[in-house]
């Protein structure tokens, strides 16, 4: 399957508006984390390329790091996701007398599906970490940015979590679903307070 990451945006658009099961809900999320990410990087480069001072030099720089690291395995979970939702339409068409072999690649699949939605909500997660250290040292014409920044990953999050709900209650381990939930739960509300934090320093820069 070709790499989303080398489309065009109007033929990334059109895949996404496709009748085709892939890319969807998942890869959506995980666009949306990258646009959010990006535009972190944005604001910070700004503010790096006009600071003066060490000290948010040295934290700044930091953050900025750390948000370039995490750019490219966000991007890699567009087609993730997009090849795990795959899998579990390849699992359901296989034949109903297939038995044992169709649930064992159905299971195998849905925890696939399940898995990288909770990966789009921990890279997440870890941007909305760096928000508020982007947001204190933002300048202010960059402040809707760093705004729009912040809502898209609260965005990712929430929408990543949708898909976990979908899917969840189809594995037929529980004790795994039991830690997802509990995993989802605990990255949604971390992330709420992260972004909540981080717009507040916008609002008041």
Known sequence: MRSYSNYSVRDLLDAFSSTAPAPGGGAAAALTAALGV??????????????????DSSELADATDRLRSLRPAIE???????????LVITALRM???SGERRKAAL??????????PLD???ASRRALREAPVVATHSIRSTHSDVGVAIELLRAAVR???LTIDANVASLEDAQ???LVNEERERLDAESAADAEKALSMVRSG
């Open 95 to 97: 034949p109903a007398d």
């Open 107 to 116: 299971d195998s699949a849905m925890r696939a599906a399940t898995d990288v």
């Open 38 to 55: 990006s535009l972190l990087l944005m604001a910070a480069g700004i503010r790096s390329s006009r600071s003066g001072e060490a000290a």
């Open 120 to 122: 789009i909500m921990r």
């Open 76 to 86: 890699s979970l567009v087609d993730r996701d997009a090849e795990a939702y795959t």
């Open 176 to 178: 795994y679903a039991r």
């Open 159 to 161: 929408s990543a979590g």
